[in-house]
DNA sequence: TATGAATGAGGCTTCATTCAT
DNA sequence: AATGAATGAAGCCTCATTCAT
């Protein structure tokens, strides 16, 4: 291990390092030791940076969720045209996909092991963020944007657990598809019953 | 200890208080010694009924699947109308949304286990299920059930994770609103384009 | 299971399968569920027919040793010439070479159950015998026999232990033909000189 | 407890605590906790050290051999005479007969806990050494020295077994005797026939 | 007689964390 | 700042034996 310079910089390393270790077998699973190991340091050393496990946990989340946000707000920050950006953001779930679905089990993780679902700010500030994004980018109302957010959650948790069953693809190319025709719709046009964006999918064209 | 007449039924109660227990506190957080307690019996007694603990996961999972399709069945037996159906489902579902999330944790704490994906059995026959009596039951198509379903995941994933974002009586409601519109229409004159369903969610009233 | 008639005669059949599950995996390695199973019994019923698990390996080892003792005399019964009696001997060697592994290695489960080397009767028992039939069989002295049965205790234990090394038909077919060749000197000419036996193994051709 | 310098170095006393506990009570009667208690260390140490229990018996085994090749072949550096290698050879083994014992059971032990005879690594390497070393220092035919190999791990298995019946002095003496009448004929004049060395030890004067 | 459910001590092993060096 | 030896509680599981039925 070559003398840190910048400890910062080096954390954010072994933050990354977590993540891609934590995520290949959850949590529990993966022992001090390990993560020791990987990031070659000494076992010791793991708890010069954190103050213990959880601690690793919840910087990493902390770390990668920023980092996300980022690019995330990079994409899409010279973008003008809504339709641009709801391509723009759907092309980006489809290529990320992965890393949602670790960042919820990771959040599961936490839960399970801290049984107060109370403190569980690290999916909270999450979900906040993506459904304040989604809203402003996609110029979705708020009850949309939940809506979109946890069809989406369904998405990821689904193409997880019954990988044969949900494809994300189709489902992500599903939502494309509808919201850009509503997109097309003027906004002020856009109607206020119920009869539209869910129902849209429902009709939609696939299978 | 009184001795045990009826293995079987023996098993049903112990898979009954399994599942309580394991709920609460995750898979991995439960040892067989606090499965013992909570049961009743000694620990060398638990592995009469199962062969390890990731059998207790195993049978408890099938048990409960096999109980929730039972009732389910039976709820809609009678019911010939759609909507009349649809109310009745829906009811059920707000009313079951803690054990659908308890089912949900498991499932992923059995795959945090095992890591093999592919075999998660559990899961995907409760997915399998259900899909597809949605599709029997509320006449959808099944790339609709499909829709239905995740986006139901969703609504019991994020209901966990941010309680005080995603109401699940709430997307419930809508879900029952949505189809209820989408029933009344004549089966042969529901529109074919996307734009209903998931359109309709979208544009709906909430917030 | 048959309604048991013959008592004896199913504690010898329950014997001689202990021998097999015994020989195979060891004795401390057999459970006595292990036992039920393969005897077809339930667990609580072996406790009928023996004390405890030791006391099944001594009755086993003991209606083992007389089987085998039995077999050894009835075949050199009628058998008057020397010769022909090392002839048998060692072809009966060669046939059981497993059954005297077997023995041997279930001699040391026992002793090392018991720390009591002192009790080891068992083994003792069966190696008097030996050493006395040898010597009356093929006109040996008490001091032959007994340096005989100690070489054929290590051909037995070195082709369990080293197989690929020590082949126990070379040994055996040694054996006898350096004890026919003393066979053939007329009993009172043979040298009391240590010039002879050993010596003659030495010089064998063998490689 | 003092923080250990030399990892190696502790880690042979270990094994040499090992090999006196192992052999006091054979390997699966030894548990861990036991090493740990008459090691000074807690179980979770012992995992330090090694890898598993088996291992601790593989390198125990495979330390004792080394060190007693060490010594065996240390005794005979300088010694040209094969006569006095003979008598420091046999003198050694009537010291060393304990640690022979042991070792014979260690193997046996290993071999019941594995029940792969092929990798029986442990006792092959032995006994090969001393085949060979046998061979070397005693100028015997490789066939001789398997003979006497073969006879002398029959001393050790019966004066374990049976140790009234055998005792090792003098089987040990009698080889002495043999091999050193063997000794004093020239090299080219002995005789090739196989009246010679298993002849003398059958016609010795013992008993 | 025969069963097999029940026991609970004890087996091996893993782990997060501490602390002397 | 870094190391890794040491800890010991706790994990899962097996086992010989007992005893109510």
């Known amino acids: 291990?070559?003398?840190?310079?910048?400890?910062?910089?080096?954390?954010?390393?072994?933050?990354e390092n977590c993540f891609?270790?934590?995520?290949?077998?959850?949590?529990?699973?993966?022992?001090?030791?390990e993560i020791a190991k990987e990031t070659g340091l000494s076992?010791?050393?793991?708890?010069?940076?954190?103050?213990?496990?959880?601690?690793?946990l919840e910087q990493m989340f902390s770390y990668i969720r920023k980092k996300n946000f980022g690019k995330y707000q990079e994409l899409i920050r010279d973008v003008d045209s809504i339709e641009d950006r709801l391509k723009i953001i759907t092309e980006f779930w489809k290529e990320h996909i992965d890393d949602y679905q670790d960042l919820m089990l990771l959040s599961i993780d936490?839960?399970?092991?801290?049984?107060?679902?109370?403190?569980n700010k690290m999916f909270h500030d999450?979900?906040?963020?993506?459904?304040?994004?989604?809203?402003?980018?996609?110029?979705?109302?708020?009850?949309?944007?939940?809506?979109?957010?946890?069809?989406?959650?369904?998405?990821?948790?689904?193409?997880l657990l019954i990988p044969d069953v949900v494809k994300p693809e189709n489902h992500i190319s599903l939502?494309?598809?509808?919201?850009?025709?509503?997109?097309?719709?003027?906004g002020d046009k856009?109607?206020?019953?119920?009869?539209?964006?869910?129902?849209?999918?429902?009709?939609?064209?696939?299978?």
Request: no cysteine; charged share 30%; glycine share 4%.
């Open 1 to 15: 291990m070559p003398k840190v310079v910048d400890h910062d910089k080096f954390r954010e390393e072994l933050l």
């Open 20 to 33: 891609k270790i934590f995520s290949q077998k959850g949590y529990s699973k993966v022992s001090i030791r």
């Open 43 to 56: 076992t010791g050393s793991i708890y010069h940076y954190f103050k213990n496990k959880e601690d690793i």
């Open 110 to 119: 936490y839960l399970r092991n801290n049984n107060s679902i109370k403190e």
């Open 126 to 159: 999450f979900s906040v963020f993506y459904i304040t994004a989604l809203s402003d980018s996609l110029e979705l109302r708020t009850g949309e944007a939940e809506i979109l957010f946890t069809y989406l959650m369904g998405v990821v948790m689904n193409s």
């Open 175 to 186: 939502i494309y598809e509808t919201l850009k025709t509503r997109t097309e719709t003027d």
């Open 190 to 207: 856009r109607p206020e019953s119920i009869d539209t964006l869910v129902n849209r999918l429902f009709t939609s064209k696939r299978r």
